[in-house]
Every structure is written in structure tokens, then in C-alpha cells.
């Protein structure tokens, strides 16, 4: 290979394992992706130089240590250096070197605090409007003379004419009525008045029959106002009972826009919040409304939830059946925000990547609210100027666990870590010597360890409690014992070795 070539082998290395990552095999973390890169002919001489190594493993087996660099027992491929300033922080999270973030894109925002729009999308269909029906019925007994051509679905104007009625009961009673006004006794008027009122009579037609001084027995049903005929009861020749339904009529001045909100998202719609509503049969055109009514019932086959949306329909344009799009509006409100492609949906909780100082990560657990455009509202667990990572987070919530991180919970304090029970945890015993002690750590060169089949090496074993090692220092040889919980091996008891 040439020169020239030789720097494509970094990024085609950091790629495969950007991939093998993603695809969830091997388990390779990220922190142990810089010395992968360094193996490599072409990464930087003494990239490494001057920094301690503790110890170095197979990242597929991590809980074995070796005491020197080379080929895995375990499988076919070097062994990764760890290194004193990996560990030994009190300050939980995993580290990554820069060099490495930049290969993989790592990309930190700042929590910030905006204006977050109440904004729902959802479909519906036009409805008729259910409060705006005419019944037309028959006052009185009769047979149908003449129907005028009428049909379900036909438009009608207010006082349309549906139907001619034959009333024989009207005519005796609308002659004793003339009889009556020819004595001009206002009192045997008024009474036989009313008696043609209680049979059904309107009031045009008694002023009629006055008018015209003799009996008018035929009436003209139409309809008390304008709209479509959704159904039509009335044929030439059939006989009509008091009180039978003739006609009925839909308006269509205003029409319902039921829309189909999903349950889940439906709790901040209120009636009287305002509606546009974009239409297939008229593209480019905005209609507007307001809620009317959020139906009570949910339906079960959909889970969703049917909020009714009053519509101006002028020129009966708007017809039901048709298909519409409707954006529910509301007042911008203050909220805590943070980039939707940041959070990380594990199905039980809702997790970021908190982006520390020294090129240190750590997982946070956060309580998410509304989404709107490409922001996400955060009721808890981060605060203002807090940085996260945007992109690339989900390979460093890998590493975080494949180390054992424990994720900042919403209240903000570290879980207490669950002690084994000495009863069921196997400790491993050796001698060793302490070549380092901090308050959560110990380095050791120890013995071999047949049990487990570790050879004699220098590693750092975490220290659960500073109160183990207290009055020991560094020189002094020690027996210890030890366990192998998935953070690593942890030291639970160590004394001096008498004689030393």
C-alpha cells in the first residue's frame, strides 16, 4: 500500500466498529475503540506515551487481566490497554478521548429553555351537523292527494312544498266555525277558533277559510327550513295517521368536523380552542373552527378519541364523507427543551447522555412531556445549561453499559449500589503487594490466582468501601479476597501479611 492510501485505514477501522456497535455483537466499548485505532500501521506514534497502564484484557472477556500486551486467549485479537486516568474518578461515567469522539461525530447541545407550541395533527371526515334537524309530521289524520316530486338527498329551501293532504275531519268542523261567525257571537267564535287549533289546524289556514267563507279541508306539508332531505315517508294515495313523521330535514349552514385524536396525545384539546382545517376536496384553502365537544367514549378498535369541530359551510360546499386535516392551535408556553433525536426510548425509561468535562459520559434518566417540530419538552431530570450528546449517543450508552454505569436518576442523586450477600458471592483469595490506593480503588501485583486460572499480574480492583484499606499504604503486602461482579473485580476483605 502506498502512502497516500495509508490514512484511509483509521476511518475504515472506525467505521466496521461504529457497525459492529450498532449491530450489538462483541460487546466492544467505546473507550476501547481508541486503542483499536492506535494498533492500527497508520495511527500516531506515542499517542498513548506517558500515560500508565493498569493492566489489559480482551474486550469480549473484560473481567480477565493480563500484566503485559498480546494476543487473547480467548479469541484471535490484541489485548487492550487500561489505563490509570480511565479510572479512579469519583466522578461516575465513562470516558472517551477526544480523538475518538471526533471519529465517531459526537455532537453535544445545551439544554435550554424556549417556547414550545401546542400543536396536534390529526384527520377527520365532514359530518352533518345532528342539532340542526327538521322532523316534518302529519298534524292530523288524511290521505295524500299529491306529492311534488321530492326524493332523499334532494336540497330544499326553507317552505319547500312536499306533499298535499286530504283532512276530512277539518271540514265539519271548519263549517260549524262559519256557522258560528254568522250570529257574530265573539265568544261562540273564539271557541269554535280554538277547537280548530287543538285538531292541528295552522293558523294560515283558519285566516283562510275566514277569508274565504267556506271550508278549505286540503293542506300543503312542506318543510319549516332549508336543507337536504334525508328521508322521505310520503307517496300519492297512502293514508296518513296523526303524528306519523313525513320528512326529514338536514341544515346546511354549519356542518361537523369529526376528527379522530389519538388517546394518548388527546389530553391538552379543550372545548372552544380554535381549528384549521385543510380539505382534499379544496387544496390550498383553510378552513376555520373551534371545538365544539370532545366525545366522552373512546373507541376501542383505534384508541382514539372523537372531537366534534363546528364548520361554517357557506354555499354548501362542505359535504359529509369528505376527508380533512385539521391542526388543533394553541398559545406557545415556556418549557425546558431538548433536541427529540437526542433521547434514547428504552421502553421502560427515557434516557440522555450527559456530556461531562474530560471527555466523561454518563446516562441520565429524564421525565419527558410534548413534542412539537423537532424538540422535545423536559418535565424532569436535567436543568438548564446542562450538555448532552445529540449524536452518537446511542454507541456511548453501549460502553456506559457494558461498564456498569448507572444512570443518573430523576431526583438527581447516584442509586446506592445493592450489596451481594456474602453468603452467595464467591471470593477469590491471593497476596499481593499495594502499589496504589485511592478512596474507590487499589492497585495490586499479585500472586496467581488458580481458581479462575489468572496469572501472577499488577491490576486495579474497585474498593466499595475506603474503610477496607484503611491503615494500609502503598509497599505494604497484603492478603485479600476478592469477587467478580459485572462492574469488575472488587476487593470485599484485605490484612497485611505479618512478617513482611
Do not use: C
Not at 455483537?25 to 500515560?51: K, M, Q
Not at 256557522?179 to 285566516?207: C, D, E, F, H, K
Not at 367514549?297 to 364548520?311: F, G, H, P, W, Y
Not at 360546499?317 to 427529540?340: D, K, Y
Amino acid at each position: 500500500m502506498n502512502e497516500a492510501a495509508s490514512p484511509i485505514r483509521p476511518r475504515l477501522a472506525a467505521a466496521g466498529l461504529v457497525l459492529a456497535l450498532v449491530a450489538g455483537a462483541g460487546g466492544y466499548g467505546i473507550a476501547r475503540w481508541t486503542s483499536h485505532l492506535t494498533d492500527s500501521p497508520s495511527a500516531a506514534p506515542g499517542a498513548d506515551a506517558g500515560r500508565k497502564v493498569l493492566y489489559w484484557y480482551d474486550p469480549m472477556v473484560p473481567s480477565q487481566h493480563f500484566d503485559k500486551p498480546g494476543k487473547s486467549p480467548f479469541m484471535d485479537m490484541q489485548l487492550v490497554a487500561k489505563y490509570a486516568d480511565e479510572g479512579g474518578s469519583d466522578v461516575p461515567g465513562v470516558r472517551i478521548d477526544p480523538a475518538t469522539s471526533q471519529t465517531l461525530g459526537l455532537r453535544t447541545v445545551t439544554v435550554r429553555r424556549g417556547e414550545l407550541a401546542s400543536s396536534l395533527t390529526a384527520t377527520g371526515t365532514i359530518d352533518f351537523n345532528q342539532r340542526d334537524v327538521a322532523i316534518v309530521q302529519a298534524r292530523a289524520g288524511g290521505f295524500v292527494q299529491r306529492v311534488y316530486g321530492r326524493a332523499p338527498g334532494d336540497v330544499v329551501a326553507a317552505g319547500a312544498p312536499l306533499a298535499d293532504i286530504l283532512v276530512p275531519e277539518w271540514g265539519g268542523a271548519q263549517a260549524e266555525f262559519l256557522a258560528v261567525r254568522r250570529p257574530g257571537n265573539a265568544a261562540l267564535i273564539q271557541a269554535a277558533r280554538q277547537r280548530l287549533m287543538l285538531l292541528g289546524m295552522p293558523s294560515g289556514t283558519i285566516a283562510s277559510v275566514e277569508r274565504a267563507g267556506r271550508p278549505h279541508n286540503v293542506i300543503t306539508i312542506s318543510t319549516p327550513t332549508g336543507g337536504v332531505i334525508k328521508t322521505l315517508d310520503v307517496r300519492a294515495g297512502m293514508t296518513m295517521a296523526a303524528g306519523q313523521t313525513l320528512a326529514e330535514v338536514n341544515g346546511l349552514g354549519t356542518v361537523w368536523l369529526n376528527a379522530a385524536v389519538p388517546e394518548a396525545i388527546a389530553g391538552p384539546l379543550r372545548p372552544g380552542q380554535s381549528v384549521q382545517a385543510t380539505l382534499a376536496a379544496f387544496p390550498g384553502e383553510t378552513l376555520s373552527g373551534r371545538v365544539s365537544a370532545i366525545l366522552p367514549q373512546t373507541r376501542a378498535d383505534s384508541r382514539t378519541l372523537t372531537v366534534r369541530i363546528e364548520l361554517p359551510n357557506r354555499g354548501g360546499r362542505l359535504r359529509p364523507g369528505m376527508f380533512a386535516t385539521v391542526s388543533f392551535g394553541g398559545a406557545t408556553q415556556p418549557a425546558l427543551l431538548v433536541p427529540s433525536e437526542a433521547l434514547i426510548r428504552t421502553g421502560k425509561r427515557t434516557l440522555v447522555m450527559l456530556a461531562l468535562d474530560k471527555g466523561r459520559y454518563r446516562p441520565a434518566e429524564v421525565q419527558t412531556g410534548r413534542e412539537a417540530g423537532d424538540d422535545t419538552e423536559i418535565l424532569a431530570g436535567l436543568s438548564e445549561g446542562e450538555k448532552i450528546v445529540a449524536s452518537g449517543q446511542f454507541l456511548i450508552d453501549s460502553e456506559a453499559s457494558l461498564s456498569g454505569v448507572q444512570a443518573r436518576p430523576i431526583g438527581g442523586a447516584t442509586p446506592p449500589a445493592v450489596a451481594k450477600p456474602a453468603a452467595t458471592a464467591t471470593l477469590y483469595e491471593t497476596v499481593g503487594k499495594i502499589e496504589q490506593v485511592t478512596a474507590n480503588s487499589v492497585t495490586l501485583s499479585h500472586e496467581p490466582v488458580p481458581a479462575i486460572g489468572w496469572p501472577a499480574m499488577t491490576m486495579t480492583f474497585q474498593l466499595p468501601d475506603a474503610s477496607i484499606a484503611r491503615g494500609l499504604k502503598t509497599g505494604d503486602r497484603v492478603r485479600f479476597g476478592f469477587d467478580r461482579p459485572p462492574a469488575g473485580p472488587t476487593v470485599r476483605r484485605m490484612a497485611q501479611v505479618a512478617g513482611q
